[in-house]
């Protein structure tokens, strides 16, 4: 059975305040990154991507024997996604679930994602989170009669984790999760719609350097890190 990657690289960039998947890093589009890591991991057998329709025929030009196929992207997300699913190769067993947005995955933290998933069937990558969380609420100050931006408590860091990507699933799990979940919520990851059906979904340690790119600020830094890796 085959394990096959799909890379969402659909957006539209609004906080970038264009698209930005074929920004360039270090002299590369910024999806080319994505492909670059999976591509070079032994763990995966195939690479789909998802980008906005106009977008198809630059990937298609990327050179990475891997690339299977190139799905045109929906409206949302969990669209795109779902697109993305419908192009699977019939044995695929194993569906890691990528950002396009987040260049820096490394091949390490894909292979252990992939392998956590065969043993476990469902995964996250992520991080425990660094910053202290405070839960906001719009009920008003008893002090100042103040609605907005008031704090209703302050969770707890040492049960908080930041989910990144890879996310991935055995196929049987991610596919009956999008068949129940699928138009029914806005999903912001794949994981919630498996969390929903009440499978058990692992995380597995990344790293802080899988920053997903929203703004231009990130883009700096990304340009920075993979300086520091000698690129």
Known sequence: MKTIAIIAAGGQ???MGRPKQFLKIAGKPMLWWSLFAFQGCEAIDGIIVVVNKDDM????????SK???VVAGG??????????????PADTGIV??????????????INQAVCAAKQGGAVVVGVPVRDTIKQM?????????????????????SQLWAAQTPQVFKKEILLKAYKKGYNKSLATDDAVLVEKMGVP????MGYYDNI??????????????LKKRGV
């Open 137 to 157: 609420t719009n009920d008003k100050c008893q002090m100042s009669n103040e609605g907005k931006n008031i704090i209703g408590k302050t969770l707890d860091r």
């Open 212 to 225: 997903k790119i929203t703004t231009p600020e990130d883009l700096a830094v990304a340009k920075t890190l």
């Open 96 to 109: 890691a679930i990528h950002d396009g947005a987040r260049p820096l995955v490394t091949i390490d933290v």
């Open 67 to 69: 690339l299977l196929a």
């Open 75 to 88: 409206k949302e997300r969990q669209d795109s996604v779902y697109n993305g699913l419908q192009a699977l």
């Open 201 to 204: 979904v692992k995380m597995v």
């Open 57 to 64: 025929l630059k990937v298609k030009r990327f050179k990475f």
């Open 13 to 15: 960039g609004k906080r």
